[in-house]
């Protein structure tokens, strides 16, 4: 059985199966051994198990959760998962445009980049309502989920769901298109996949958007992220604010959680590459379980795997039941805790809690990513069909966006023309748009200023905070191909 003991030792004789984990600011240092689950039932031991049953209580878990070299689950998986309807599995290469970056970013330092106008060539062929709906790429972890009747197993996979919206990210160091007021992106997969989604742009400055899915597998998700960037010179700060919201219909177990912060490095001089660093807490409002994840920022210095993630899933009462280990590019594992103890004293004086477990789990892999991908922005698969073009869809919507389109199509020059276009006549309706307040302000008349479609401001019970909530009439509109409310921004 793995000891406390194999913890103590210098580096020089580390035990292969300890892993030591970095402090979080709101939680403990902590190291992780883990045990033979065999030795731990044959000793008859009477630890205090963590989770409050046996140390080996893992025959329920085994229908839901995969064993690490279960790779071939998720092969059959993605087989399983291919849509009825035939759908592009590729886009027109990315034309081999040169372009300065650093001409243009200079003039940029400490500004918001949503107020500078930037040319196609940093784009990619997506809008970020489109990269929101990205998200979703794993939603079977959450059909996963439903089926958990533990809320602390469920928030293994909600853990696990929040980690993998940034594995599609690696590589992709583009900039979505900024969506115009009143642009939106619907993604129907309601037949295939079981869900359907839909975001609006409801704010231009500052950039927000609302997104609303629901699923026919019991949950559904919903999320306003404001998009706040700042150009530092070297390196280029993404912060998404605002909260993501999951909810399971049968057991009412309602989950909250934010983005961390994403971070473009080499601006002037190398190759762009991305990082994920921050903390995400994530509360289920109806038990009190949390779950605190680290995202460890990259270190040129450190002997830690790049890109990696951390996490202690705890329950109301603050004990610690699962410890989440993984990389945000690449896979989750989730490890049962059977026994927590106070280490030694570290060299900082801090204590660090040891959690001894059983084998980890694969809770989340990601996919492969097509073939010929380095030419196609690397995209995802489902990132190819996001902007397939769809006439069903309303005016309104990201794939009828004409720059997007010609740049999608290799015509950047053409692209560049048209989003001055799109950019100025957004300008001038805003301008207009202020005439009128100024106008019912002289004359001593209310003005209710711009107002969202499909979406409504409303207070969060659970937060207590101001958010957009989708209202309903988008999906009706669709059935009847009735798209008269919607504005002509396009």
Known sequence: MGSVQAVKGEASDEDEETEYFDAMEDAPA?????????????????????????????HLEDNVFYSSHESSYYDSKRKDLLPRKRRRTRIP?????SLNLWSIMKNCIGKELSKIPMPVNFNEPLSMLQRLTEDLEYHELLDKAVKCDNSIE???????????SYSTTVHRTAKPFNPLLGETFELDRLEDLGFRSICEQVSHHPPAAAHHVHSKNGWSLWQEITIASKFRGKYLSIMPLGDIH???LSSGNHYVW????????????GKLWIDQSGEIEITNYKTKDKCQLKFTPY????????RKVTGVVTDANGKAHYVLSGTWDEKMECAKIVQSSQGNGSTEGKQKTVYQTLPPKLLWKKYPLPENAENMYFFSELALTLNEPDDSTAPTDSRHRPDQRLMENGKWDEANVEKQRLE???????RRREAEAVEALEEGNDYEGYQPLWFERKVNPY??????????GYWESKEKQDWSKCPDIF
Not at 93 to 97: G, L, Q
Request: hydrophobic share 35%; net charge positive; charged share 20%.
């Open 246 to 248: 999951l909810e399971f």
């Open 299 to 306: 270190s040129y210095f450190s002997r830690d795997i790049a």
């Open 424 to 430: 100025e006549k957004q300008r001038a309706v805003r």
């Open 463 to 472: 937060t207590n905070e101001l958010m957009c909530v989708y209202k309903g």
């Open 154 to 164: 469920q928030m293994c996979f909600v853990a696990a769901f929040s980690v993998s």
């Open 93 to 97: 290469d990315k034309p081999n445009y």
């Open 258 to 269: 934010k983005k961390v912060t994403s971070t473009v490095h080499n601006i002037i001089v």
């Open 30 to 58: 902590f190291i992780t051994v883990t045990t033979d689950p065999k030795q731990h039932r044959r000793s008859g031991s009477n630890l205090s198990s963590a989770s409050g049953g046996h140390p080996d209580d893992w």
